[in-house]
């Protein structure tokens, strides 16, 4: 008797544990079912480890970017346009996790977890996805790189739509370099990586639109006081240094001239805490979506830093990182009355039966916000920074506003250029955000990619 008790037990103990993993199989199949069955080692959908049979990718105008066509992926004609949208479609085989082939597979593939691949079968392939992007506006964009890393955005801040991303380096899937190459290769570093999604850079002067804001909203008088800069500031616990001596500035002529002297000592004034408030109301700290894709959260973190080190936090110096898609989100909320819209990719799915399955525009993501006030404040002055300083002739008939920034990154290399702005055109509501690493100046580097990009989507005018 003894002896069959002890077996009963033993076998509920089994039963027990075979149905734990039962549950816990089944958990794992809802949670992992679309990666499972779309891994590039299902046969159904993918050849030799690469996805075949998949619906079709198309920008805006329906520029075709990615399609299958008997068991192969074709991309775009042009060799320009597969490199600027490498990124945002993603290649073959799955590297880039951000791109839309990974991002959006089990509706590119059609696979569901109700009905498996079911539509797949039936249809021979799954939804297509139409995106908001100009494949000419990124082919400009990767053209103006010219070669160099980086990265440029521009999306309408009226609507969020985004019609440009690139990132640099990239390569051509058509074409695509050895596994070694793209692993060692210094032209090829981090080049799986988004960097408008999933880079941090430093921001340099760029970064004084939000010590800027900071200002307005903490320091009653800031627009009529007046600051000496004499090329430097120097402070008990060390010295910040200015790109020239400006001599003496008010606040309009300190952000046109981007005045270190003058803002780290607004920084200074303002104090650690409350810049610090400003950054986390502007949502650094924060991961953003972008669709099913999220952003690098951007940092800031002043705590026990000293005075020149607040002094540089000011300036978009010290340990401060800003991710290019939360940037661009600043610009679009200076130029929107305050609020920043978050962007979005997918314009549409269709599955093959040619209904719409999901529209962008009706998913409206959390953005940035400021007050109207700053916004329309911090919108003039960056509208002087180009009517009296970087020139309008170099934005012809854009109406544009900007900062630029030239962010100093380890010694003995080149700063990044950085512009970050937006026109004031109500036809033409687009902000735009550029990183050349390694660039050089913002002013003579960064600005000229952005004027191209720009004309691109100003009907190429
Ligand atoms: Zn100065």
């Not at 959908?45 to 619906?55: L, N, P, V």
């Not at 002067?205 to 600051?227: H, P």
């Not at 000496?228 to 001596?245: F, M, R, W």
Request: include cysteine; charged fraction near 20%; proline fraction near 3%.
């Amino acid at each position: 008797m003894k002896n069959i008790a002890k077996r009963a037990g033993v076998l509920y103990a089994l039963a027990a544990a075979f149905i734990v993993g039962l549950v816990i199989l089944t958990a794992q199949f809802a949670v992992n079912g679309g990666a499972w069955s779309s891994n590039r080692f299902n046969r159904h959908i993918y050849t030799r480890g690469q996805i075949a049979s998949a619906g079709a990718i198309t920008d805006r105008n329906g520029e075709v970017l990615a399609k299958s066509d008997g068991g192969k992926r074709l991309y775009h004609e042009s060799r320009a346009v597969r490199k600027a949208t490498l990124h945002a479609v993603g290649d073959t085989e799955g590297f880039i996790s951000t791109g839309i082939q990974s991002a959006y597979r089990q509706e590119l593939t059609g696979y569901s977890f109700l009905n498996g691949i079911y539509t797949l079968k039936k249809y021979g392939r799954g939804s297509d996805i139409r995106l908001t992007l100009d494949a000419n506006a990124c082919a400009a964009a990767y053209n103006a790189l010219d070669g160099r890393k980086g990265t440029v955005g521009v999306y309408n801040y009226k609507t969020g739509e985004l019609l440009c991303m690139v990132s640099a380096p990239s390569y051509d899937v058509n074409n695509k370099p050895s596994a070694m190459a793209l692993a060692s290769q210094e032209k090829y570093e981090g080049v799986y990586l988004n960097r408008f999604l999933s880079g941090l850079y430093t921001p340099g002067s760029t970064f004084k639109v939000v010590t800027a804001a900071a200002a307005l909203e903490n320091i009653g008088d800031i627009t009529t006081r007046s600051f000496v800069c004499d090329g430097k500031l120097e402070l008990p616990s060390g010295t910040i240094i200015c790109s020239a001596v400006h001599g003496k500035l008010n606040f309009e002529k300190a952000f046109n001239r981007s005045c270190n002297s003058a803002f780290a000592q607004i920084a200074v004034e303002l104090g650690s805490q409350r810049l610090t408030q400003e950054t986390v109301s502007l949502g650094f700290g924060e991961s953003f979506s972008v669709g099913a894709l999220a952003t690098a959260k951007s940092r800031f973190n002043v705590s026990g830093a000293d005075e020149a080190q607040l002094g540089w936090a000011g300036v978009g110096q010290h340990t401060t990182l800003v991710n290019p898609c939360h940037m661009l989100m600043i610009a679009g909320a200076v130029a929107n009355g305050g609020e920043g819209l978050a962007p979005y990719l997918v314009d549409t799915i269709t599955n093959p039966s040619g209904i719409v399955t999901y529209k962008g525009s009706l998913f409206k993501e959390k953005g940035v916000s400021m007050p109207a006030e700053t916004a329309s404040r911090l919108s003039g002055l960056m509208r002087s920074n180009v009517e009296n300083y970087y020139s309008d002739s170099r934005f012809p008939g854009l109406r544009m506003c900007g900062k630029t920034g030239t962010a100093e990154v380890e010694k003995g290399k080149q700063p990044h250029a950085w512009f970050l702005g937006f026109s004031q055109r109500d036809d033409l509501p687009l902000a735009i955000v550029v990183v050349v690493e390694n660039g050089g100046s913002g002013n003579s580097e960064a600005i000229p990619v952005a004027a191209r990009v720009m004309k691109a989507l100003d009907g190429g005018r």
